[in-house]
């Protein structure tokens, strides 16, 4: 090896590697903001992918929709019947929600309360996504322009996606569930989440509650540690984010549990959700804000 | 036009990679593998295969850059430390002008291995994730390899015409 590589070229090779290792050390999940020349790249590079995902989605699209075409009929019939549920719905929503509004009047809520769950949901275009498997990010068209700032939750009309990583003018990275890992240096946060219809309740010590640390990539499916041995979770329940960690809101729906079983220690349970996001084939994306309260 | 037509064409696969590739794999294969399209690097290998290491280098560690800006999840620098390695190992290859196809795609195949097993120990050294090594295999770089070798044998011969020509240009230059 020596021989056709001189003194001179390992020396360089060396310190090529050298500063390549100290690169990524320094960069090693940490930054949420970048400095205005990378910006500028991530931008401009973004922009010009903007004009090609749509058309090259909606020409693949447009062959799994000749295929599925027998069954789109049948899916409309139910759709209609839908429709007419869903106004229906709507309609007492609207009265539940004047009724909702005066009881917490009367109740004397304070303005912090009272904007915790009004959150605003801003659609967002992908414009790309990663080609590496080991780095599940995605890009969307909103950006520091648009108000939106790291860690706001990103979902879609099936569930939870993940989470605003990093941020430039007019576009961000999100990182998906995917990449979520219980390793030392992969700062990912976990989820705290819990059980749509067990949610924790204060003065009840019944609610469900687990966190969800890792994605297990060889099944596709999201590890919650930390269920405690007497909780009432079953398999086939819907998972819930909490909004208990703070960073993600409350009510997006995540998954359904697959499987239960003893965690590493053998204190808490260990239980397996399958999400309802498909992570591939994503066209937009719901960034969700939370109001701050002044 | 010709001089200028290696970067356009490592740029326009920089845009297309992240959009049109996940869109062109088949959905059923992405239930099984996930696939990491280089497309990139193919060209890269080609440059070094075919021109000389230094621009192979150079092209390898702008473009890896790039793409590490624009997808920077976990860490800046794999694509870019990846790039220009491989790049700079196929142009120190015994050159040999038979122009035999069979040899060449399989130095694509040997460096794409090279550059999936790279990423996968930078991803595992910083402890980024935790994926065993035996399913990241099987899973992610063997299917790659195949995958990228498809469009090695795509775009052989516009990219050995092109090759030739610039070889010429610079034989003239000289």
């Known amino acids: 090896m020596l021989k056709f590589m001189g003194n001179k070229r390992l020396i360089v090779l060396m310190l090529g590697l050298i500063c390549f290792f100290i690169l990524m050390g320094l960069t090693l999940s940490g930054r949420t903001s ?40 049948e899916e409309n019939q139910i759709l209609k019947k839908r429709l007419t549920d869903y106004a229906l719905a709507t309609q007492q929503l609207n009265s539940l929600e004047d009724q909702n509004k005066r009881y917490k009047e009367a109740l004397e809520f304070t303005e912090r309360q009272k904007q915790v769950s009004n959150y605003r949901y801003r659609i967002a275009d992908v414009i790309a996504a990663s080609p590496d498997p080991y780095n599940g990010t995605i890009t969307v068209n909103l950006g520091e322009k648009d108000g939106i700032k790291p860690n706001m939750a990103v979902m879609n009309v099936d569930g939870m996606l993940g989470r605003v990583l990093t941020v430039t003018e007019f576009t961000s990275n999100v990182q998906l569930l995917t990449d979520l890992s219980d390793t030392q240096a992969n700062k990912s946060k976990a989820i705290s989440a819990t059980v749509k219809g067990k949610e924790y309740k204060s003065g009840q010590n019944q609610g469900s509650y687990g966190m969800i640390q890792s994605f297990d990539k060889e099944k596709g499916l999201l590890i919650m540690n930390q269920v405690d041995v007497n909780d009432r979770l079953e398999i086939g329940d819907t998972v819930i984010t909490s909004g208990l960690g703070k960073v993600f809101p409350s009510g997006i729906p995540v998954g359904t549990v697959v499987s239960r079983e003893p965690g590493d220690f053998g204190i808490t349970h260990k239980v397996a959700v399958k999400p309802f996001a498909d992570f591939r084939h994503i066209y937009e994306v719901f960034i969700v804000e939370v109001p701050e309260v002044k | 036009m010709i001089r200028n037509s290696l970067w356009l064409i490592l740029m326009g696969l920089l845009i297309l990679e992240g959009s049109l590739i996940h869109w062109l794999i088949p959905q059923n294969w992405q ?33 890896g850059m790039l793409h590490d800006f624009v997808y920077y999840g976990h860490i800046l620098g794999v694509y870019s430390f990846g790039f220009g390695l491989i790049g700079y190992i196929a142009g120190m290859m015994p050159r040999r002008q ?8 399989l130095m694509m195949g040997i460096g794409v291995l090279l550059f999936e097993l790279t990423k996968y120990g930078v991803y595992r050294l910083f402890d980024v994730m935790n994926m065993d090594f035996e399913f990241a295999f099987t899973h992610i770089m063997l299917p790659s390899v195949l995958f990228n070798m498809l469009f090695a044998l795509a775009v052989y011969i516009p990219m050995r015409k092109l090759m030739e020509a610039l070889q010429g240009q610079k034989v003239q230059a000289d």
Do not use: C
Not at chain 1, 38 to 66: M, N
Not at chain 2, 98 to 105: D, M, N, P, V
């Open chain 1, 34 to 73: 970048f400095y205005w020349p990378e910006k500028f790249l991530k931008d401009s590079i973004a922009w010009t992918q903007s004009l090609f995902y749509r058309p090259a989605a909606s020409v693949s699209g447009f062959f799994e929709d000749v295929s599925k075409l027998k069954t789109i009929h």
């Open chain 2, 98 to 105: 038979s122009g035999l196809i069979l040899s060449t795609l």
């Open chain 2, 31 to 63: 239930d099984i593998v996930q696939i990491s399209s280089n497309f990139m690097l193919i060209i890269i290998l080609y440059i070094g295969l075919y021109l000389n290491r230094h621009s192979a280098l150079l092209y390898g560690l702008a473009f």
